[in-house]
């Protein structure tokens, strides 16, 4: 009982599996928390929803091993991934870069924000603007009397 | 206002939408467009696979116009695709170079032996390193290189008669010229 509670134990703390293989891993701790990091920002192509980091396509295991070296080599981060985006092209990146083609994806929301904002503003300022309506006309008796036996007959009862 | 305006406005912008949809929904995001597309060929050099016929480095895609496919024997849609490499290599209108993508010599052969080589040249890249200079995300892919070895169009997946006939043969045709 106590060994199978070990066993539980021990299973449910192991995290979720990643994907990058031990003998894939750098020696050097830094470049290889670098490696990792960079390869969360890169889609794998096969899997599209996937980063390399998390897939383990063939293709996301090759690109993994180029980071590194790319890495190993001396690039920084950004070569790196510029490296890769020379090839496969923007759409390697699961975050997509500010550039005038994603301007609509970026800013878009924000825009449209601010459209409905402005439109509020137009709405409640031209409510306010419009002309007070001028009091309705006081009753004439005749009125005044019509109403009161109206009211008396819900009263009585 | 303009009340009218009001009243278009929210028209124009479903069909707008709309529009964007159809369009959107149509896009096979599967299909990547290559970054590489009017770029010079990456440089590389491949072993062939066999003795009796040249491997394939960038010199080679230089002076004429070319087909470059990438293939492997693992792969099932190659299979699909070959018939039509074969009667092009009959044709002989554009000479075919293949890269075979990781591989097994062997398998490649066999492969070759049982279905037929349409290939001039072949490039054994074993371990997928220079197909990621190509950028090849999946076999097969056909490119097609024009005479000074600029990538002038990629095809990812298998080809198809339309694809061959009514995309790659007019561009080779063209690029001929």
């Not at chain 1, 703390?13 to 830094?30: H, I, N, R, T, Y």
């Not at chain 1, 396509?57 to 790319?70: H, Y």
């Not at chain 1, 419009?130 to 036996?149: F, N, Q």
């Not at chain 2, 597309?37 to 895609?61: I, V």
Request: glycine share 6%; with cysteine.
């Amino acid at each position: 009982m106590r060994a199978l509670f070990a066993a539980l134990l021990l299973a449910f703390s192991l995290g979720p599996a990643f994907a990058v293989e031990p003998e894939e891993m750098l020696d050097d701790p830094a470049l290889e928390a670098r490696a990792r990091e960079i390869s969360k920002e890169l889609r794998c192509l096969v899997c599209q929803n996937q980063s390399i980091d998390d897939s383990n396509a063939g293709l996301a295991r090759d690109l993994r091993v180029l980071v590194r070296e790319r890495l190993t080599a001396g690039d920084s981060n950004e070569d790196a991934l510029s490296y890769i985006v020379a090839r496969y092209g923007d759409f390697v990146l699961l975050r997509p870069p500010v550039s005038p083609r994603t301007y609509a994806l970026w800013f878009g929301p924000a825009l449209l924000f601010v459209i409905a904002g402005l439109g509020l503003v137009v709405f409640y300022r031209r409510r306010q603007a419009a002309p007070a309506e001028t009091p309705p006309p006081p009753l004439t008796e005749e009125e005044r009397a019509r109403l009161e036996t109206l009211m008396d007959e819900d009263r009585k009862p | 206002m303009n009340k009218r305006l009001l009243f278009v406005l929210p028209v124009v912008l479903l069909i707008g939408i709309a529009v964007l949809f159809a369009v959107g929904l149509k896009h096979d995001p599967s299909i990547v467009p290559s970054v590489l597309l009017d770029k010079p060929a990456p440089s590389f050099d491949l072993p062939p696979l066999s003795n009796d016929k040249p491997g394939l480095a960038t010199a080679a895609l230089n002076g004429k116009v070319s087909l470059v496919n990438v293939f492997a024997s693992w792969c099932g849609p190659c299979r699909v695709e070959h018939p039509l490499f074969m009667h092009l290599a009959q044709e002989g209108e554009v000479p075919i170079y293949g890269i075979n993508y990781k591989d097994k010599a062997a398998d490649a052969k066999r492969w070759l032996r049982d279905l037929g080589d349409p290939y001039t040249r072949i490039g054994v890249d074993g371990d997928g390193r220079v197909a990621i200079e190509w950028g090849v995300y999946g076999v097969p892919e056909t490119f097609v290189i024009d005479r000074e070895g600029t990538i002038r169009f990629k095809h990812v997946g298998p080809l198809s008669p339309e694809v061959l006939e009514e995309t790659i043969l007019p561009l080779v045709r063209n690029l001929q010229q």
